[in-house]
């Protein structure tokens, strides 16, 4: 697709339809002493109202800019702090954010002037706006990019999702006759809505889903028969100590209850163990990888409860095979 293919999508749908294309590339982001490698993306000014993103300083560029070809920048909520000595939890941050506007930054060497910077919008999927700049596609396409006509993507939007079904109807018919495309002819370009975006991410997400239970599954039944194992052998070892306890008048439910807590007990510890681990690799990830993770106190209450589950399951049979040791034999095994 072409820059023309998303002219043509704005000039022929009668201004129904929001429209921009999208050019991005990561490249090298510098201000005064401070750099970082940042994703620019080159739009038009209706991309901002498709993600409904709001400003928390300044102003959105203009489709005037877009016409001229202007060095002007919005910036991602965390640029500011990736380009200067601003913390972003700070409670004067939106007053800060004002000193960026009218400063000048450098993209690939290339000067940009800072005309507004966008509110959070925190993370979603694979998407981090936050950490983008936007600049005017055609700057992008002509000063930036090296003049690349070729675009991955053109997005468009609707007033209400009852016009989606025109929409798609009528960006087929513009495109197959940009493109050249007879009606019944393989498309060389392809249409997807935003249901079925999510209809794909949440299919793939169930699969993950169930992928990962299966796992915990095996995970779980491995570990519960490790963990019988263990008090089985437990059991053999503490043969003498079971006849005496039951000489001095143990009952079977007293036996049995003892070796059943030691088995939840070992369960719970090693659950204990799993959530500081992954509370660290989740730390690491948020902190290397630029992924915000979250630990809920919730799961971690679940995780904990099933250990002690499969302690208490497991632990059943070993704790049987104690409690109805008969003492006399008990107290002679060698």
């Known amino acids: 697709m072409s820059i023309e293919d998303a002219e043509a999508l704005r000039d022929d749908t009668g201004g129904f339809l929001k429209i921009s294309p999208e050019l991005q590339s990561r490249m090298q982001v510098t201000y005064l ?8 993306m080159g739009v038009w000014p209706d991309y901002f109202d498709m993600y409904d993103h709001e400003l928390i300083a300044g102003r959105y ?18 640029i500011p702090e990736q380009l200067g000595d601003i913390p972003a939890d700070s409670s004067q941050y939106s ?22 910077v966008l509110e959070e919008k925190g993370d979603a999927m ?40 025109q929409a798609i109807a009528e960006i087929d018919r513009i495109m197959r006759r940009e493109h050249r495309i007879l009606p019944g002819e393989d498309a060389d370009f392809s249409i997807r809505n935003s249901q079925d975006l999510l209809e794909t991410f949440n299919s793939t997400a169930q699969t993950f889903t169930l992928l990962l239970a299966g796992i915990a599954g095996i995970s779980l039944l491995v ?9 089985l052998v437990s059991v053999t070892e ?13 009952t079977r439910g007293a036996i049995m209850t003892q070796f059943v807590v030691e088995a ?11 959530v500081g681990i992954g509370y660290g690799a989740a730390e690491m990830t948020t902190r290397f990888a630029g992924l915000n993770t979250v630990v809920s106190p919730q799961i971690v209450a679940l995780s904990l409860a099933i250990s002690a ?26």
């Open 33 to 40: 002493r401070w750099n970082s490698n940042n994703q620019i």
């Open 61 to 78: 560029f203009t489709e005037g800019e877009v016409q001229g070809r202007r060095r002007v920048a919005v910036l991602g909520y965390t």
């Open 95 to 116: 007053i800060a954010t004002e000193l960026f506007i009218g400063q000048t930054i450098q993209v690939r060497g290339i000067p940009f002037e800072v005309v507004g």
């Open 126 to 165: 694979w998407l981090r706006p936050d950490d983008q700049i936007f600049i005017p596609q055609s700057t992008a396409q002509h000063r930036v990019m090296g003049g690349r006509d070729r675009l991955g993507t053109i997005y468009a939007a609707t007033e209400t999702p009852e016009e989606m079904n």
């Open 223 to 231: 570990g519960g028969i490790g963990i019988m194992n263990i008090m």
């Open 238 to 250: 503490r043969t003498r100590e079971i006849g005496v306890r039951k000489a001095l008048g143990a």
């Open 264 to 274: 939840s007990t070992l369960c719970v510890l090693g659950g204990l163990l799993g």
């Open 309 to 334: 589950f499969i302690g208490l399951f497991f632990g059943i049979w070993p704790a049987r095979r104690a409690a109805i040791l008969d003492p006399i034999d008990a107290l002679r095994y060698e």
